[in-house]
T-cell receptor, first 121, second 107 residues
């Protein structure tokens, strides 16, 4: 059974760096797209970006300059860093596994439990 | 980015009702569409992928159809555990995008 368990700081100040990690159990990294998604009441679900086993990444354009998604296969985990956070980055952040698709990541079949991240002075 | 528009944004229904939710893409996405169910405080769960393929373990009262720009999710006989918010998601083109959600509430 594939499980994703995520962790990281939940309270940040403006200009700090958000850092979240997602541990993967019961699955290989090969062939899937390891993804970060966030959710806010105002903007709904927003795809942040993904990484595949090769290390190739894709990021949403609106956050591209501030995001880094990395993979550590030796520790069975992948991570998200988002720099220079503002109140607009306050959201529930999820990690998820994307199924393979013809051009990249597809549907998300396994999700982490979510982490509420609040950015406040 | 491809915009996904769901309708209605919310609906009230009774147990046993047939419920249909619509998702429209701002451009053609073939059949690269998924549906999710989300309950309060929980992560979304995959119901349907490839527009109409039921994910393992999802009850057969859920079905979906569509291609191109217009898609539907149908719950044939609403059960108490189906009261939740439903989202569509396109994975035809980056950036991947979601619909705004449809909240199914108890009448």
């Amino acid at each position: 059974q594939v499980q994703l368990q995520q962790w990281g700081a939940g309270l940040l100040k403006p200009s700090e760096t958000l850092s979240l990690t997602c541990g993967v159990s019961g699955a290989s990294f090969n062939g899937y797209y390891w993804t970060w998604i966030r959710q806010t009441p105002g903007k709904g679900l927003e795809w942040i970006g993904e990484i595949e086993h090769s290390g190739t990444t894709d990021y949403t354009p609106s956050l591209n300059s501030r995001i880094t998604i990395s993979l550590d296969t030796s520790k069975n985990q992948f991570s998200l860093k988002l720099t220079s956070v503002t109140a607009a980055d306050t959201a529930v952040y999820y990690c998820a596994r994307g199924l393979p698709n013809w051009g990249g990541g597809g549907a998300f079949d396994v999700w982490g439990q979510g982490t509420m991240v609040t950015v406040s002075p | 980015a491809i915009r996904m528009t769901q309708s209605p944004s919310s609906l009230s229904a009774s147990t046993g009702d047939r419920v249909t939710i619509t998702c429209r893409a701002s451009q053609g996405i073939a059949r690269y569409l998924a549906w999710y169910q989300q309950k309060p405080g929980k992560a979304p769960e995959l119901l349907i992928y490839s527009a109409s393929t039921l994910q393992n373990g999802v009850p057969s009262r859920f079905s979906a159809s569509g291609s191109g720009t217009d898609f539907t999710l149908t719950i044939s006989r609403l059960q108490s555990e189906d009261f939740a918010t439903y989202y569509c998601h396109q994975y035809y083109r980056y950036p991947l995008t979601f619909g705004g959600g449809t909240k199914v509430e108890i009448k």
